[in-house]
Nanobody, 122 residues
Framework: QVQLVESGGGLVQPGGSLRLSCAASGFPLDEYAIGWFRQAPGKEREGVSCISSSDGSTYYADSVKGRFTISRDNAKNTVYLQMNSLPPEAPAIYYC???????????????WGQGTQVTVSS
């Protein structure tokens, strides 16, 4: 059974940092591109970043470029999203998902986990 479990979310002050984890079970995570997405209440799910399965290439949405870093630890079957300099914004749930395609398009991803909520507020 393919399962992804996101963790690491929480409440952080503006300008702070969080590291999200995406732990996979039931499949070797390194055979897939892994994407991080977020969804705020009333809004569509949007792509944040993805990492390829082959050479570890990464891609970031313009809104997070320079502040977020995606990485993977194949030995732990886990992908991380380091988020720095977080701006104040509405709470959002962050999700990770696998894909055969290295393309930050939500329609290419499936097997969504429950997500982890991130709230940036003072």
């Amino acid at each position: 059974q393919v399962q992804l479990v996101e963790s690491g979310g929480g409440l952080v002050q503006p300008g702070g940092s969080l590291r999200l984890s995406c732990a996979a079970s039931g499949f070797p995570l390194d055979e897939y591109a892994i994407g991080w997405f977020r969804q705020a209440p009333g809004k569509e799910r949007e792509g944040v970043s993805c990492i390829s399965s082959s050479d570890g290439s990464t891609y970031y949405a313009d809104s997070v470029k320079g502040r977020f870093t995606i990485s993977r630890d194949n030995a732990k079957n886990t992908v991380y999203l380091q988020m720095n300099s977080l701006p104040p914004e509405a709470p959002a749930i962050y999700y990770c998902a696998p894909s055969w395609a290295f393309l930050l398009d939500v329609t290419y991803f499936g097997s969504w986990g429950q997500g982890t909520q991130v709230t940036v507020s003072s």
